[in-house]
């Protein structure tokens, strides 16, 4: 079983900043991959950042890129988020995701933190 907890989120003022932590225990040996999403009201889930696990590779989506930020801490397994300039329209429930390996997409999620960035 894997286990994600995120921590972090918060209300900010637009232009501010926060940092997403998100901590995993478990069968961390299978990651294939761990990711940070968002959904934002009445919009679909949207892939943010994600680390492949094996290579330490980090891929940021290009609508936060230059902006938000993605890190690994191996020792502790745990990613963050770093987020910098926020708009308006990141505001949403940022959730950790995690796809095995020989799985079939992301099987395992966090909670959820909330991010809301008010102008």
């Known amino acids: 079983q894997v286990q994600l907890v995120e921590s972090g989120g918060g209300s900010v003022q637009a232009g501010g900043s926060l940092r997403l932590s998100c901590a995993a225990s478990?069968?961390?040996?299978?990651?294939?991959?761990m990711s940070w999403f968002r959904r934002a009201p009445g919009k679909e889930r949207e892939f943010v950042a994600g680390?492949?696990?094996?290579?330490?590779?980090?891929s940021v989506d290009d609508s936060v890129k230059g902006r938000f930020t993605m890190s690994r801490d191996n020792a502790k397994n745990t990613v963050y988020l770093q987020m910098n300039n926020l708009k308006p329209e990141d505001t949403g429930l940022y959730l950790c995701?995690?796809?095995?390996?020989?799985?079939?997409?992301?099987?395992?999620w966090g909670q959820g933190t909330q991010v809301t960035v008010s102008s």
């Open positions: 478990g069968r961390t040996y299978r990651f294939a991959a």
């Open positions: 680390v492949r696990w094996a290579s330490g590779k980090i």
């Open positions: 995701g995690v796809s095995a390996l020989g799985g079939t997409g992301y099987e395992y």
